[in-house]
Every structure is written in C-alpha cells, then in structure tokens.
C-alpha cells in the first residue's frame, strides 16, 4: 500500500560517500520497518541494512561500520549512508517497507557505482 521513491544514486570513486533517500507516503510510516537491499547482476536481492519502528537496526557484515540506516518520520523518509565505499559495494539499491501482516513494498532502486 505504501509508495516509494528512492534518490540519490550515482557513481562514486571507492573510499567515497554516498546518501541514498527513500521517501514515502501513506499516514502509518512511524510504524513501518524500513530496509534497503541491494542486488548485483547474477546474485539474489539481499538485505544490506533494516530499521524497526522501535530504532532496532540490522546491517550486513559486509557493510557494518560503513553504512548508517535511519529515518526521519516527520518526513516519511528512510536514508542510507554509505561510507568508505568499496567497488564490492556496487549494485541496485533498493528501498523496501513493510508493516506487520501486510505485503511489503519496494522502491524503483537506485544504481551505486563505486569505480575508479
């Protein structure tokens, strides 16, 4: 039921930064747990960062101490920021929210390049 629109994706150069952007609608985003995925070509969609209504985060080793997941629910948005970012670290990102009982719904995703 709820709608998402990512921003913020783009090329970087590895050790770079990015802050991707996921906004929603709908009146019930405070209770949403939010989450990105990313996936590369030939793997599976898999979840890099999540967000609990109650401030729970949970990251992918592979991104822990680099990438920060929060939310600011006065402006239904979720972000990612990516630090220290690695060519390992390219693919789509995509935003996805989901309230309990309900199907989730996902972003359009975002491309991240990281290449020198």
């Known amino acids: 039921q709820v709608q998402l629109v990512e921003s913020g994706g783009g090329l970087v150069q590895p050790g770079g930064s990015l802050r991707l952007s996921c906004a929603a609608s709908?009146?019930?985003?405070?209770?949403?747990?939010m989450g990105w995925y990313r996936q590369a070509p030939g793997k599976q969609r898999d979840l890099v960062a999540a967000?609990?209504?109650?401030?729970?985060?949970n990251y992918a080793d592979s991104v822990k101490g680099r990438f920060t997941i929060s939310r600011d629910n006065a402006k239904n948005t979720v972000y990612l920021q990516m630090n220290s970012l690695k060519p390992e670290d390219t693919g789509v990102y995509y935003c996805?929210?989901?309230?309990?009982?309900?199907?989730?719904?996902w972003g359009q995703g975002a491309q991240v390049t990281v290449s020198s």
């Open positions: 996805y929210a989901k309230l309990g009982g309900q199907v989730g719904s």
């Open positions: 709908g009146s019930s985003f405070r209770l949403y747990t």
């Open positions: 967000l609990t209504f109650g401030l729970n985060t």
